[in-house]
């Protein structure tokens, strides 16, 4: 089932109202009411496969809602609300917030489990980029115009289009790092540093090193964006001193599938334009959210993904 547009923001409102309501009733009928909805939380969890989440919109749309809002029964919500003894994690002694679950966890990221999660977002970027890259090949203009100049004179530089950068060679090679895969090709620039997607093309001498994140929690997108760029800085001006036309795009989505301005920014640079740039957004979008609900309902199960 898919749901867009009208039905899915009357869904929402509908799920802020009941998040509202459930928030005022556990107030007044306490530890009854509580026991249901966790008891319905494990109910969940037993039945759902990572293939049926695809389909479950509203329990989806009723996970990103209580995640905003905070009141997921986290560890920590548990004992605020006098339901649990202990506020630790179910993995790690540490303070069991929904920040700590679905970004800071040590023991999580040590199992792999946002790696997963980087991974599926990352496929998910590569996808809407592989799409942009073929696209372009057909809206590509079959015949160079072909510019005269005049002996002596100095060729103008081709007028840049809004186009974007997708469209400005004809062969792109996409090189994406899934499962560790990617080296950079070090005829360009030898390094250590492993970007999530990269886009040559040897014809035009142009590098373009795509970076997905997903950041922690959205309140922490600048800082992140910054320490990204900076750290890639290095592996840039490398490129350009060797005569390459290189940039680096970073792509952020927060994990409770808030898609930054810098994703935004990153489809239109590449020319991911419109109706397809909206796809890709909305996909990314969805990929994120799922793969964070998913590590929610797995918080206290052994991980078994690769
Ligand atoms: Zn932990």
């Not at 026991?35 to 389909?55: C, Q, S, Y």
Request: with cysteine; aromatic share 8%; proline share 4%.
């Amino acid at each position: 089932m898919d749901i867009r547009g009208k039905e899915r923001r009357r869904l929402v409102q509908e799920e802020v109202r009941a998040v509202v309501e459930e928030m005022r009733t556990c107030k007044a009928v306490g530890m009854k009411q509580q026991g249901a909805w966790t008891r319905w939380e494990n109910a969940v969890e037993r039945k759902v496969t990572w293939a049926d989440l695809w389909k479950a919109e509203s329990h989806r749309i009723q996970f990103l809602i209580q995640a905003v809002y905070d009141v997921l029964p986290s560890p920590s919500n548990l004992h605020t609300w006098d339901k649990a003894e202990s506020s630790a994690c179910p993995l790690c002694s540490k303070r069991g917030t929904l920040e700590h679950i679905l970004s800071s966890c040590a023991r999580a990221l040590g199992e792999g489990r946002y790696r997963w999660r980087h991974d599926q977002v990352l496929k998910t970027i590569a996808e809407a980029v592989s799409a942009g890259v073929e696209w372009a090949k057909r809206s590509r203009p079959s015949k160079q115009t072909i510019a005269f100049v005049r002996a002596g004179e100095q060729p103008t530089p081709a007028k840049r289009t809004s186009a974007g950068i997708l469209t400005s060679a004809r062969a792109w090679q996409l090189l994406v790092d899934l499962e560790g895969q990617l080296k950079f090709p070090n005829h360009i620039a030898a390094t250590t540093l492993r970007p999530d997607i990269v886009l040559v093309s040897e014809s035009t001498k142009q590098v373009q090193v795509v970076l997905e994140m997903t950041v922690p929690w959205e309140d922490s997108l600048e800082e992140d964006f910054e320490r990204k760029l900076s750290k890639y800085a290095g592996l840039v001006s490398n490129c350009q001193q060797a005569g390459w036309r290189a940039r680096c795009l970073p792509v952020q989505v927060g994990c409770r599938g808030f898609v930054a301005r810098s994703s935004v920014r990153a489809f239109r640079i590449l020319g991911i334009e419109g109706e397809r740039k909206r796809r890709a957004i909305r996909s990314t979008t969805d990929v994120a959210e799922r793969a964070s609900r998913w590590l929610w309902l797995k918080r206290g199960e052994p991980w078994s993904h690769k």
